[in-house]
C-alpha cells in the first residue's frame, strides 16, 4: 500500500510494481543491513524508520542473518510502537525478509525454510510478513524442494510472495574493486557537478531511472544518511536519455552472469 501524498512529508516519491507482481512499492526502499557488532537500538531504528515513512518509503527489508536476528526484532518492535503511537497501521508498508544464512552451511530446503520462517516470525512478533526472499541461490537443494516449500508458505498465508536476492557479495566487491581500479567513479564526478547534484545521488537517480528496476534499496545507520538519500528522488528527472548515453560512454559496462562460487561441488559429494 503506497501512502497518500498528503500524507507525507514529500510528495515527490513514486511507486512501482514490484517486479510481475500486483504488489505496489516506493522506488527508494530502506534496508535493514547491520553487523553482528553494530549497536542499533530500536528506538535509533525508528527515528530511520519514521523519517523514511514520512518521505513515502513503504517498503523496508530485512533479512534473519542481520544483526544475528537482532534486526528482525528492531523491526519488529518499531511497527509496534509506531502502531501505538497511530503513526502508521501494518497496512501501510511492506515489510520482506531473506532466508538462507540462518541454516548451518546456508540452505533453501525445506526443513530451513519452514524452520527459518517461523524462527523469523518470532523475532519480528508478527505472523506474516508480505514477501520472503531466498537470500542467495542454493545449489545444494533441488530448485523443485524450494519452489514447493515457498508456495506452501505462500498458501499457510505466512508470505504474500517469494523471490531471489542471487547475487554474490563477493561479486559485488570484485565490482567495486574493479571500478576503483579503474578510476570509474571518478569519470562521473562531472556529470554530477553538471547536474548540480552529489555522486551519491547521481548513482540513486541513474538506477531509479531504469524502468526495470521495481526499487532501489538504500541503507542507514543515522536518521541523516536516509534523509540525504532520498534527495535523489528529486534527481531522478535529471537523468535524461542524454545523461544516459554520456554515462554510459564513461562507463562501458556489459552485464556477466554471476561466476560460480563452487557451493555446487557440495551437493555432488553427498550423492
Request: charged share 25%; net charge negative.
Amino acid at each position: 500500500m503506497a501512502p497518500a501524498a498528503s500524507d507525507t512529508k514529500s510528495s515527490r516519491m513514486t511507486y512501482r510494481f514490484l517486479g510481475n507482481s500486483g504488489l505496489m512499492v516506493s522506488k527508494l526502499s530502506l534496508d535493514s543491513w547491520m553487523d553482528v557488532n553494530d549497536k542499533y537500538t530500536a528506538d535509533a531504528w525508528y527515528d530511520m524508520m519514521k523519517l523514511s515513512f514520512e518521505h513515502g518509503i513503504n517498503f523496508f527489508d530485512n533479512a534473519e542473518a542481520y544483526g544475528g536476528g537482532i534486526a528482525e526484532k528492531n523491526m519488529g518492535a518499531v511497527i509496534k510502537k509506531g502502531i501505538a503511537e497511530a503513526t502508521w497501521s501494518s497496512e501501510d508498508f511492506v515489510i520482506t525478509t531473506k532466508l538462507f544464512f540462518g541454516a548451518k552451511e546456508g540452505f533453501t530446503g525445506r526443513k530451513h525454510i519452514l524452520e527459518g520462517t517461523k524462527a523469523s516470525f518470532k523475532r519480528f512478533e508478527q505472523e506474516y510478513v508480505n514477501v520472503i526472499f531466498c537470500h542467495r541461490a542454493d545449489s545444494r537443494t533441488p530448485i523443485e524442494e524450494t519452489i514447493r516449500v515457498m508456495n506452501y508458505v505462500i498458501n499457510q498465508g505466512w508470505t504474500f510472495y517469494w523471490g531471489t536476492s542471487q547475487w554474490s557479495s563477493a561479486v559485488i566487491i570484485e565490482a567495486c574493486e574493479i571500478a576503483d581500479r579503474l578510476g570509474l567513479a571518478n569519470k562521473l564526478k562531472p556529470v554530477a557537478d553538471k547536474l548540480g547534484i552529489s555522486m551519491a545521488e547521481l548513482a540513486l537517480a541513474w538506477c531509479v531511472s531504469n524502468e526495470n528496476v521495481s526499487t532501489v534499496m538504500i541503507g542507514a545507520k543515522t536518521p541523516a544518511q536516509p534523509k540525504q538519500n532520498l534527495k535523489a528522488i528529486e534527481a531522478v528527472d535529471k537523468i535524461t536519455s542524454d545523461i544516459k548515453a554520456e554515462i554510459d560512454e564513461l562507463v562501458p559496462f556489459v552485464p556477466e552472469l554471476p561466476k560460480p562460487d563452487g557451493s555446487e561441488m557440495i551437493r555432488e559429494q553427498h550423492l
